[in-house]
């Protein structure tokens, strides 16, 4: 079984930060800093989906490995829709509450629980994923993914459309699924064990100056958002690679430390709390006392608190609790 790498979930909580900082800078403070958060988050599933799930595919039963990626996605989302939903701030139909609570794409329109748009895009790489597992053969990934990639270069630069509703169109050929692909091929390089601690360390330094022209080229407008995809992708899967291989590597280097340091790690779990409820605080923090740039750092730190409070006392006791009573007792392995 491969050892978990403890960097890959401090990486979700820089994630999770980058998103949260921009849906306060461009919802309160009128400040626009394009940055690949929901990029990093969905390399992150992809090389993660390789590195943890590889090893089961010849023997564990797909539903076994469906039903647990709904349970990790509902049991934080359900407390926090009931709270959208009962706040009756939003205009709110049956609709809205029906797709918004399955994550089924809305047209024209974000979910109730706005940042969980991006979910809808997870299910559908898991949805593909859950193939390998029903044949027991990770090779049929190769045949799904390359057909995968052709539709969505077709959608995103050939303006081909298949015959479903445009909402669904742009969740299943949204350019950035790519992204999922660039993780899984990552972390199936991780799993070799091939990248040795020089050439981690060159492939983060490669990645990390690549973000950082990226990041200067998109927010100057030199190119558009269609080109996010390569433009942070790519070096986001060489910065996860690189990080990866000198934690695989037993890196002494201070500054890499820092992301295996047990305290950011086990931040890095409370990520998908942050994530669901950031809007929510900065919504009722607004309320309370309009949001300036010099209350930025206590936003912060203060919703970082309450979300690693949501999963001490939630999420990660009630996941353990219902995993305990579900996944070992219904879907026991072939």
């Known amino acids: 079984m491969q050892k978990k790498i403890y960097s890959l979930q401090t990486m979700r909580l820089f994630a999770s930060l980058m998103v949260f900082q921009f849906h306060m800078w461009h919802n309160y403070l009128n400040k626009d800093f394009l940055h690949p958060g929901t990029d990093f988050f ?24 469906i039903w647990a990626r709904y349970l990790r996605l ?18 709110l139909n049956l609709e809205i509450f029906f797709k918004s609570f399955f994550f089924i794409p809305i047209y024209d329109s974000l979910p109730l629980v706005g940042p969980t748009w991006m979910l809808s895009m997870f299910l559908v790489f898991y949805w593909l994923f859950t193939l390998a597992f029903i044949f027991h053969r990770e090779g049929v990934l190769i045949p ?21 509703p445009d909402e669904w169109n742009n969740i299943l050929f ?3 699924n790519i992204e999922f692909i660039f993780g899984y091929l990552g972390g199936k390089l991780l799993l070799t064990r091939q990248v040795g601690l020089k050439t981690g360390g060159r492939i983060l330094a490669l990645g990390l100056g690549s973000i950082t022209i990226g990041v200067i080229l998109l927010n100057n407008e030199v ?28 890196s002494t280097n201070r500054l890499f430390q820092v992301f295996t340091h047990p305290w950011l790690v086990w931040l890095g779990g409370t990520s998908y709390v942050l994530y669901l409820i950031h ?12 949001i300036t740039p010099i209350q930025t750092p206590l936003i912060t730190i203060i919703t970082v608190l309450i979300g690693a409070i949501g999963y001490k ?3 990660k006791p009630v996941l353990k609790y219902i995993k305990t009573k579900t996944l070992q007792r219904i879907f026991a392995p072939y």
């Open 313 to 315: 006392l939630w999420e």
């Open 223 to 250: 190119f558009s958002l269609a080109w996010r995809t390569y433009l942070f992708g790519i070096p986001l899967t060489m910065v996860s690679i690189g990080l990866s291989a000198l934690e695989q590597n037993n």
């Open 74 to 91: 509902y049991v934080t989302f359900i407390p926090i829709f009931a709270l959208y939903v009962l706040s009756g701030r939003d205009s």
């Open 42 to 65: 969905i390399v992150l599933v992809g090389m993660v989906a390789a590195i943890a799930q590889s090893h089961r595919i010849p023997y564990e039963n797909w539903g076994k490995y």
């Open 279 to 290: 809007n929510m605080v900065l919504r009722i923090w607004d309320t309370i006392i309009p």
């Open 174 to 176: 949204n350019h950035r």
């Open 144 to 164: 799904v993914f390359a057909l995968w990639t052709a539709g969505i270069l077709a959608y995103s630069w050939f303006n081909w459309n298949s015959s479903l």
